[in-house]
């Protein structure tokens, strides 16, 4: 049974476009995390979402909305895509009264 | 702000020797410490962890010890295998459930026969 998983695993797309990443959680939790993981393997918080409700926004440009229609699921979608959105999006998610997150195994997204 | 630093990697190494990955973490109060690992391809996943001082996170042959004197969290294994060979991540979370992690740069572990 898959813990958190994400669709697609790989989205290749022209520049300009507009796409959507899929995640949903089968484990209960509350809360729900996006991660950006660069070509140099950094990861760094993007959102994070507790029962529907937007917690952490970081400094993402507003091309990045996440939306959240439950607890178990949280999408991605990106406007106008551009060069350097080209990454690694890793969902992830957590119970409220633990800190440890758990991991989907990513959606590579090649903007050309 | 709370950060981590791990040493740069990356690190070779031949199968059965002992390995150590230093990370250590700056943060306010008392957070909690993880080490993930992603194989190549793969995701991230939760290797161990340890939420207070002197808690020993162990997992596979991985053992890692919450030294907030230090404040450090340093990886260690006594035998490598190259099924080992991977990116592995210290992370940190605040005192706060559902905060974001922060992480640190992660280090190339390349084990050869």
């Known amino acids: 049974d898959t813990a958190v998983s994400q669709t697609p695993k790989y989205l290749v797309t022209q520049m300009g476009n507009d796409k959507s990443i899929k995640c949903e959680q089968n484990?209960?939790?509350?809360?729900m995390y996006w991660y950006k993981q660069d070509s140099k393997k950094f990861l760094k918080i993007m959102f994070s979402?507790?029962?529907?409700?937007?917690?952490i926004n970081e400094t993402v440009p507003n091309r990045f909305s996440p939306k959240s229609p439950d607890k178990a699921h949280l999408n991605l979608h990106i406007n106008s895509l551009e060069l350097g959105d080209s990454a690694v999006y890793f969902c992830?998610?957590?119970?409220?009264?633990?800190?440890?997150?758990?991991f989907g195994p990513g959606t590579r997204l090649t903007v050309l | 702000g709370d950060s981590v630093t791990q040493m740069e990697g990356p690190v070779t190494l031949s199968e059965e020797a002992f390995l150590t990955i230093n990370c250590t973490y700056t943060?306010?109060?008392?957070?909690?410490l993880f080490w993930y690992v992603q194989y190549p391809g793969e995701g991230l996943q939760l290797l161990l962890k340890?939420?207070?001082?002197?808690d020993k996170g162990s997992n596979k042959g991985f053992e890692a010890t919450y030294r907030k004197e230090t404040t450090s969290f340093h990886l260690e294994k006594g035998s490598v295998q190259v099924s080992d060979s991977a990116v592995y991540f210290c992370?940190?979370?605040?005192?706060?459930?559902?905060?974001?992690?922060?992480f640190g740069k992660g280090t190339t572990l390349s084990v050869s026969s």
């Open positions: 992830a998610s957590s119970q409220d009264s633990a800190r440890t997150q758990y």
């Open positions: 484990l209960g939790h509350d809360t």
């Open positions: 979402y507790n029962n529907k409700e937007l917690i």
């Open positions: 943060a306010t109060g008392y957070p909690s």
């Open positions: 340890a939420t207070k001082a002197d």
């Open positions: 992370a940190l979370s605040a005192n706060q459930a559902g905060t974001a992690l922060i």
